[in-house]
């Protein structure tokens, strides 16, 4: 009796432990994707005044556009333009001169965090089109922090 209930709970363990999956759209500080093309953020600023987020790597940049910074947490509807204070657009500009706007999300939401008077900002998979290509659309990830 004692080896059944030992090879059932070893077996249960086994179940569970394989059915865990990863995170794998989890993406380190100060990083964001597109596509699956990371880039890590060499400064990360926001600017209540003009209501952006911008994170750059060299020639390589994202930026977050509200109609103005939210004081406390809020999750942001995603458009092409944010026409209210609920919405959020995204900008991400590849190459110094390949830039993609976000579409409207159909209900995808971006995360701006507030702490210390500091912004961050958590998107996943976002919609966005090749301004110069709309057959070119891709999605942009991002986990950054105002330093």
């Given at each position: 009796?004692?080896?059944?209930?030992?090879?059932?709970?070893?077996?249960?363990?086994?179940?569970?432990?394989?059915?865990?999956?990863?995170?794998?759209?989890?993406?380190?500080?100060?990083?964001?994707?597109?596509?699956?093309?990371?880039?890590?953020?060499?400064?990360?600023?926001?600017?209540?005044?003009?209501?952006?987020?911008?994170?750059?790597?060299?020639?390589?940049?994202?930026?977050?556009?509200?109609?103005?910074?939210?004081?406390?947490?809020?999750?942001?509807?995603?458009?092409?333009e944010p026409y209210t204070q609920d919405e959020v657009?995204?900008?991400?500009?590849?190459?110094?001169?390949?830039?993609y706007n976000s579409i409207n999300g159909n209900g995808?939401?971006?995360?701006?965090?507030?702490?210390?008077?500091?912004?961050?900002?958590?998107?996943?998979?976002?919609?966005?089109?090749?301004?110069?290509?709309?057959?070119?659309?891709?999605?942009?990830?991002?986990?950054?922090?105002?330093?």
């Amino acid at each position: 009796m004692t080896k059944k209930l030992l090879l059932g709970l070893t077996a249960t363990a086994l179940l569970f432990v394989s059915s865990c999956k990863k995170d794998d759209s989890a993406l380190p500080a100060d990083t964001w994707s597109v596509n699956d093309k990371k880039f890590v953020a060499t400064a990360v600023t926001a600017s209540p005044l003009l209501g952006t987020i911008s994170a750059v790597m060299s020639n390589n940049s994202i930026d977050v556009n509200c109609k103005s910074l939210p004081a406390s947490n809020a999750d942001l509807t995603v458009n092409d333009e944010p026409y209210t204070q609920d919405e959020v657009a995204v900008r991400a500009v590849l190459s110094g001169n390949i830039v993609y706007n976000s579409i409207n999300g159909n209900g995808a939401y971006v995360s701006v965090r507030v702490a210390d008077g500091k912004y961050s900002v958590i998107m996943n998979n976002i919609a966005a089109v090749n301004i110069d290509n709309p057959l070119d659309t891709v999605r942009i990830s991002a986990n950054i922090s105002e330093n």
